[in-house]
């Protein structure tokens, strides 16, 4: 039995529901012919990153990852448990460069099986939480986004990886790193 929902929750896609960036990396990889060990080295040394990364934008590779099924099935054990899911992408899925982006992640969601009603841009500054002030926790796999997120007073859950620098992060009461969606339940 799904009990009441208690409240909302945000997550981002790329780097919980699938791989990134070692999705874009491969893809990189195939375009280019050099696999970088990280975003920051591929921007630095690969002269046609942008190319690149508007053509992956634009093509169905992203529409067809797969989706991760540990942490789709840990973020249906959250909404089992009363919370209802707000997704959140920093994709640019409102640029005119890439029209059939928000398109193609709304389908390649669905066709993954994850559950959702919202879905909402997330900016640098994370301003969907204005129009959900509401959001009782968020879930990231990027630092940089946590910190905002925190700021504005929203208990953030941090997915260790290896693709990110978590140096930024310093002891800070609203944001718990995780090693899997699992742990979430134990902290709320």
């Not at 959250?78 to 899911?85: F, L, S």
Request: hydrophobic letters at 35%; glycine letters at 4%.
């Amino acid at each position: 039995m799904v009990n009441e929902v208690l409240s909302l929750f945000s997550c981002d896609v790329d780097g919980i529901l699938n791989d990134y960036p070692r999705c874009w990396l491969k893809y990189l990889a195939e375009k280019c012919g050099t696999l970088y060990d990280s975003v920051n080295l591929a921007k630095k040394y690969e002269g046609e990153y942008r190319r690149y990364k508007d053509e992956y934008r634009n093509s169905s590779y992203k529409a067809n990852l797969p989706v991760h099924k540990k942490n789709r099935d840990a973020i249906n054990s959250i909404i089992a448990h009363g919370y209802e899911p707000l997704l959140v992408t920093s994709r640019p899925i409102f640029d005119e460069k890439y029209p059939q982006l928000l398109e193609n992640t709304i389908k390649w969601l669905r066709n993954g099986e994850v559950k959702f009603d919202k879905f909402e841009y997330k900016d640098p500054k994370a301003a969907f939480l204005e129009k959900y002030p509401n959001v009782k926790f968020h879930i990231d796999d990027d630092p940089n986004y946590a910190l905002k997120i925190a700021e504005k007073g929203v208990k953030v859950y941090l997915l260790q990886n290896d693709n990110w620098d978590f140096s930024i992060i310093d002891k800070r009461e609203n944001i718990q790193i995780v090693r899997n969606l699992e742990e979430i339940l134990n902290y709320e």
